[in-house]
Each structure stands twice: as structure tokens, then as C-alpha cells.
């Protein structure tokens, strides 16, 4: 029997990827350059496949075997990291023999840009399609967040096979329905995958995603070390407070893996294990083109961007060691009992309220590269599909896609009532923290900045009209007059003894 899709890169996300296929009935032709990660797949496979059940994956020497091995058109699912491997195999497989009608799906998290530039240079050879992937390696093997985009005409033999391994939510309820079980996945509730649009429109929306996620886990960070550092609570202790916030307004995933990190003990030594692994943090790169892309199109995304600088600032432990001798903070401040709840409450407020922006700033800047390349993205869609399945997922996301389910074309989350009103209720006990936080000399930059960007947004006038004029001041570059009609400029000759004003 023929495969019906081809998975190509084993690794965790590759094998488990592949392993979810077939756990919803296809049949797959596994490759990897690496043969012990191609056995391993295989053997992994056979002890949980259910007694009596016939494997549904076939190991493939190389990639002209595994175009032998799959029905047409051919659908390969590449799980390679992000770069030239991805274009290494596509050439393989174009002198491997496949043809113009087979589709090639990138799941790895590769910049948005390259995919747009994939689909066109592959065209005519075989269709490049992108599809990003979020969920980690449980996500990959019992329901990943899927983010499919390119060539429409591919989507069609795509989608049965995504919508099948796509994590399910509950429709009466919005929420996940989980089922970790080999060989019985979920195949109940609204899948998450929605075709997102043409080429690299997937790419980019899963970039913010991960910008989002940047945003959120520091946020939770800001927490920690505010409840660590400023009350001296122990861990343990901050695990149980995060695990009571997952049971609010707060609840996600990150709030309870973040609980169950701080809450694990160091098999060797006994001590809280948070507290012995090293304080610098990694980064692959997603986080850092969302601030660069924010950057670029001129939408204000602080958070997310304070939350790339965040792990940056993190990886400078030698110059923060000699600083920290040296730069003076304030005082230690003591708290009584009911100060110290009354800011563990402020606090609980204050991230929910800095989380509201930066899911806003990570929904704007879609909204506003989508225009600028012409994508029509459904925002309602995309809170859906980021319900279950991937890193973000979280009760809130439901508030969101109601929101745009009321108004599709919101420019700004903070524009919808549901959101102005709860930030409204909360923002006192938001500004309590960041005060609190400054006061004590405890960094809280995500925290922080998403404050300014709530009170940007709530100002009519900004001190922009002074920037204006020392532009105009020292490079002649014009400005406009809330006087006069827009568009028109006007220059001041700063240096004449007689200022006359100049209409452009
Ligand atoms: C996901 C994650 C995943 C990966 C990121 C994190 O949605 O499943 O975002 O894609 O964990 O690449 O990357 P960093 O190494 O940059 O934190």
C-alpha cells in the first residue's frame, strides 16, 4: 500500500508530528538523515500501536524512495529547522523527480520573508506550502496550534490530514479538550487550523504568536522575581499563588507550567530546581523579527520588544555581576502581613492587565502588515486556532475572539468594550505594581512598558508637537498646525532674528 504522507526530519517535532498522523489513520513514509532517528520513529510507533493493529509507518532510505512510496499528489511534511536545510531538501527533491502537483509543507518556524520567496522560486517544480506548527513536542503528538498558508489549490489535500492532528476545542465551552493517549486522539470539537492566507501570511502569524509568547512568559517572570525579590516569598510558595491565578482571569498554560517549574525540587540536591538553573535565556530568533517587524511597519509593540531586550540583558550575567556591586538601589522596604496581600492582589491585576496589551500590540501589528500586503486575516479565526494547541493557549483567548467576532476589522483590542472595561477596574492596583516595583529597585520592563502604551493610547496629545519643533529646529523638517488643514507644512526660520513662518 502506498503512504499518504511523507514526513521528512525526525526529530522531536518531526517524529511526533508523524506519529499523530498515523494515530488518525494515515499512513506515513518516514525519512531522516539520520537512521537511528528514523528506528527510533518506527520503534516508537510499534509499541503503541493497539495489538492487532498493522503499523501505518514505513522507514524510506532516501527521498526518491519516499516519492515512490506516496500516493499523488505527493504531501511532504518537512520538520527541519528553519534556513537553508529547508532549501537543501527541496532541490533533493526536485532532482529526487517530484513533480509540479506535489506539495511540500515547511513546518518549521522560518521567517515569513524566505516562505514568500520559497512559494515563488519552487512554483512550477512542486507547491511550497508553509504551515507553522506551535504546541512543542506534546502539541506535536497529541494536537498542535496549526497556522497553514500558501497556494490554496494545496490546502485541499492539506486540510483533511490538519484538521484531523489539529488540537480540538470544546465548541459549547471554548475550551481544549485534551486526550494524551497513543492511538486514541481527539477527534471531537472544533479543530485549530484555519487556512490563514497566501504565502507566508501563516509564517508571519505564528512570528507573533511567539512574539506574544515572548511577552507573556517574561510577564510572568516580572511576577516571580517581584514576589521572590520584593515580599521574599520562597518559591514554593509564588508556585501556589500562580497556580490559584490559573484558576482565574489569568488562566493559561504558561501560568501553569510556570507554577509546576517553580514547584519542582532538583533531583539531586533537593533545593527548589528554578533557583539552580542560570539566569541568561535563550532565544531562537522569532520574538526578535516580531520587535524588528513592529519596528519596520511603525506599529507599537514595547512589550513584546521589552521582552526580546529582557532575555538580551539576561545573557549579560558578567557586566550585571560587576553592576550589581556597584549601581546603588533604594532601601529594603519592609511589609506587614496584609501590605504584602494586598500586592500579591495588585499584582494579579496588574499582569492581566499588561498581558490585555500585549496580545492587543501582537493582534495590531497583524492587522497592520496584513494590510500592507494585501492578506485579509481573520483575527476571529486566529484567536480561535490559538485556543488549544499552542504555547499561548489560555481562557482569554475566547474574550478575544468575541471581540472580533463583534467588530472584524478592530484596529486595537483596547477598543473593544470587554477589554477597556476590565482594564478600567484593574489599572489602579496596575499602577500600585509598577509603582511598587520601581520603588523597590525590582525590574519589571514588560510590566512596565505596557502601562506607557495604555497611557499613550489614552492620550489625545503627546509632547510629539515639541518633537516636531526641534526637528523643524535643527533640520528644517517641517510640521503641521492643529490650526490650519492637514497636510499642509510649515517651517519656522529658527535662526533669523525675525521668525517668520513659512508655509511649505
Ligand atoms: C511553539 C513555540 C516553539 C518554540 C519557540 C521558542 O509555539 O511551539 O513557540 O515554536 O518553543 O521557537 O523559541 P525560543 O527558543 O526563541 O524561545
Not at 138 to 148: D, E, K, N, T, Y
Not at 460 to 469: D, S
Request: proline letters at 4%; one cysteine or more; a negative charge.
Amino acid at each position: 500500500k502506498l503512504s499518504d504522507v511523507g514526513v521528512i526530519g525526525l526529530g522531536v517535532m518531526g517524529k511526533n508530528l508523524a506519529l499523530n498522523i498515523a494515530d488518525n489513520g494515515y499512513h506515513v513514509a518516514a525519512f531522516d538523515v539520520d537512521t537511528a532517528k528514523i528506528n527510533a520513529a518506527l520503534e516508537q510507533e510499534h509499541h503503541e500501536r493497539k495489538e492487532g493493529l498493522a503499523p501505518r509507518m514505513v522507514a524510506c532510505n532516501n527521498l526518491s524512495e519516499m516519492l515512490d512510496k506516496l500516493v499523488s499528489p505527493k504531501v511532504i511534511v518537512l520538520s527541519v529547522p528553519a534556513g537553508k536545510i529547508v532549501d537543501g531538501i527541496c532541490n533533493t527533491l526536485i532532482e529526487s523527480g517530484i513533480s509540479s502537483e506535489d506539495i511540500v509543507i515547511d513546518t518549521g518556524n522560518s521567517l515569513w520573508t524566505d516562505t514568500v520567496k520559497r512559494e515563488a522560486h519552487y512554483k512550477g517544480k512542486f507547491k511550497f506550502f508553509s504551515s507553522a506548527v506551535s504546541g512543542g513536542e506534546v502539541g506535536a503528538r497529541f494536537g498542535p496550534s496549526l497556522m497553514p498558508s500558501g497556494d490554496e489549490s494545496a490546502w485541499k489535500y492539506v486540510a483533511p490530514i490538519w484538521k484531523a492532528i489539529a488540537a480540538k476545542v470544546d465548541s459549547a465551552t471554548g475550551l481544549p479538550i485534551e486526550r494524551f493517549e497513543p492511538g486514541n486522539p481527539v477527534t471531537e470539537g472544533e479543530p485549530c487550523t484555519t487556512y490563514i492566507g497566501p504565502a507566508g501570511s501563516g509564517h508571519y502569524v505564528k512570528m507573533v504568536h511567539n512574539g506574544i509568547e515572548y511577552a507573556d512568559m517574561q510577564l510572568i517572570c516580572e511576577a516571580y522575581q517581584l514576589l521572590h525579590e520584593g515580599l521574599g516569598l520562597s518559591t514554593y510558595d509564588i508556585g501556589e499563588i500562580f497556580k490559584r491565578w490559573n484558576q482565574g482571569s489569568l488562566n493559561s498554560y504558561l501560568m501553569g507550567i510556570s507554577a509546576e517549574v517553580l514547584q519542582q525540587q532538583d533531583p539531586e540536591t533537593g533545593k527548589p530546581l528554578v533557583e539552580l538553573i542560570l539566569d541568561k535565556a535563550g532565544q531562537k530568533g522569532t520574538g526578535l523579527w516580531t520587535a524588528v517587524s513592529s519596528l519596520q511597519i511603525g506599529c507599537p509593540a514595547p512589550t513584546i520588544a521589552e521582552a526580546v531586550y529582557a532575555r538580551a540583558i539576561s545573557t549579560q550575567k558578567p557586566l550585571r555581576v560587576t553592576l550589581s556591586k556597584t549601581l546603588v538601589g533604594p532601601e529594603k522596604q519592609c511589609l506587614s502581613q496584609t501590605e504584602q496581600n494586598e500586592f500579591i492582589d495588585a499584582l494579579e491585576d496588574a499582569l492581566y492587565c499588561a498581558k490585555v496589551c500585549c496580545y492587543a500590540q501582537g493582534f495590531q501589528l497583524m492587522a497592520m502588515e496584513a494590510k500592507e500586503q494585501n492578506w485579509s486575516l481573520n483575527f476571529a479565526e486566529i484567536a480561535k486556532i490559538w485556543r488549544a494547541g499552542c504555547i499561548i493557549r489560555a481562557t482569554f483567548l475566547q474574550s478575544i475572539t468575541q471581540a472580533y467576532e463583534q467588530n472584524a476589522s478592530l484596529e486595537n483590542l483596547l477598543l473593544a468594550e470587554s477589554f477597556s472595561e476590565s482594564l478600567a477596574a484593574k489599572q489602579q492596583n496596575w499602577r500600585k505594581t509598577v509603582a511598587a516595583s520601581v520603588m523597590q529597585g525590582i525590574p519589571a520592563p514588560c510590566i512596565g512598558s505596557a502601562i506607557a502604551y495604555y497611557d499613550s493610547y489614552r492620550c489625545e496629545t503627546l509632547p510629539a508637537n515639541l518633537l516636531q519643533g526641534q526637528r523643524d529646529f535643527f533640520g528644517a523638517h517641517t510640521f503641521e498646525r492643529t490650526d490650519k488643514p492637514a497636510g499642509e507644512k510649515y517651517h519656522l526660520d529658527w535662526s533669523a532674528k525675525q521668525r517668520t513662518l513659512i508655509k511649505m
